[in-house]
Nanobody, 115 residues
Framework: QVQLVESGGGLVQAGGSLRLSCAASRSTLGFAVIGWYRQAPGKSRELVAALNSGGSINYGDSVKGRFTISRDNAQNSVYLQMNRLKPEDTAVYYC?????????WGQGTQVTVSS
């Protein structure tokens, strides 16, 4: 079993920045994919950013150029730096990690961007 604990959400004005953190209960090196999804009220969960074991990164189209995903293997953590935030970025942000045969989700952290 893997636990993922997010932190760093909050309320920020449009144009501001936030940094989300996700602490995993095991080394992030073992994951096939680790990253972030988000879900806004009334909408489906969508990809924000993900790192795969080969080192490639995928970003959702709406966050490209504004958000950056990174990892710290020594801290078993992955981060999401969010810049130039927009009201439409308001959502619950979930950390996600995938092994070969299982996938895990954190409990989510709320990000609210005011206009």
């Amino acid at each position: 079993q893997v636990q993922l604990v997010e932190s760093g959400g909050g309320l920020v004005q449009a144009g501001g920045s936030l940094r989300l953190s996700c602490a995993a209960s095991r080394s992030t090196l073992g994951f096939a994919v680790i990253g972030w999804y988000r879900q806004a009220p009334g909408k489906s969960r969508e990809l924000v950013a993900a790192l795969n074991s080969g080192g490639s990164i995928n970003y959702g189209d709406s966050v490209k150029g504004r958000f950056t995903i990174s990892r710290d293997n020594a801290q078993n953590s992955v981060y999401l730096q969010m810049n130039r935030l927009k009201p439409e970025d308001t959502a619950v942000y979930y950390c996600y990690a995938q092994l070969i045969l299982a996938a895990y989700w954190g409990q989510g952290t709320q990000v609210t961007v005011s206009s």
